[in-house]
Nanobody, 139 residues
Framework: RVQLVESGGDSVQAGGSLRLSCAASGYTYSRHTMGWFRQAPGKEREGVAAIYSGGGVTYYGDSVKGRFTISQDNANNAVYLQMNSLKPEDTAMYYC????????????????????????????????WGQGTQVTVSS
């Protein structure tokens, strides 16, 4: 059974930093895509960042690019999200996810694709989800 366990969420002041961690079991990240998503109350789930295990190529949503960094460990069984310069609008429940599509060279287009001039990280392309970890940024 595939399980994703997240940690690292906390309450911080604006401008602070956090690092979220996600460990997976029962899943092989090789040639797959891992992602971080967030959802605030009353808002749709938003793709924050994704990383393709085949080459470690990363993708970011426009709202976090330049502030957040996604990374993976050498075994490709854990992913991290380093969040710097946090803003109150970053407050949300953050979810780790893994896709369910094998892709030999690039992320599956069901998971990550270029749309309207930006990278769209599509939650519909990710079949495995963690329980979520709360990030709260005070103003």
């Amino acid at each position: 059974r595939v399980q994703l366990v997240e940690s690292g969420g906390d309450s911080v002041q604006a401008g602070g930093s956090l690092r979220l961690s996600c460990a997976a079991s029962g899943y092989t990240y090789s040639r797959h895509t891992m992602g971080w998503f967030r959802q605030a109350p009353g808002k749709e789930r938003e793709g924050v960042a994704a990383i393709y295990s085949g080459g470690g190529v990363t993708y970011y949503g426009d709202s976090v690019k330049g502030r957040f960094t996604i990374s993976q460990d050498n075994a490709n069984n854990a992913v991290y999200l380093q969040m710097n310069s946090l803003k109150p609008e970053d407050t949300a429940m953050y979810y780790c996810a893994a896709d369910d599509s094998y892709a030999p060279y690039f992320p599956s287009t069901s998971s990550v694709r270029f749309r309207g001039g930006s990278w769209f990280i599509d939650p519909a392309g990710f079949g495995y989800w963690g329980q979520g970890t709360q990030v709260t940024v005070s103003s």
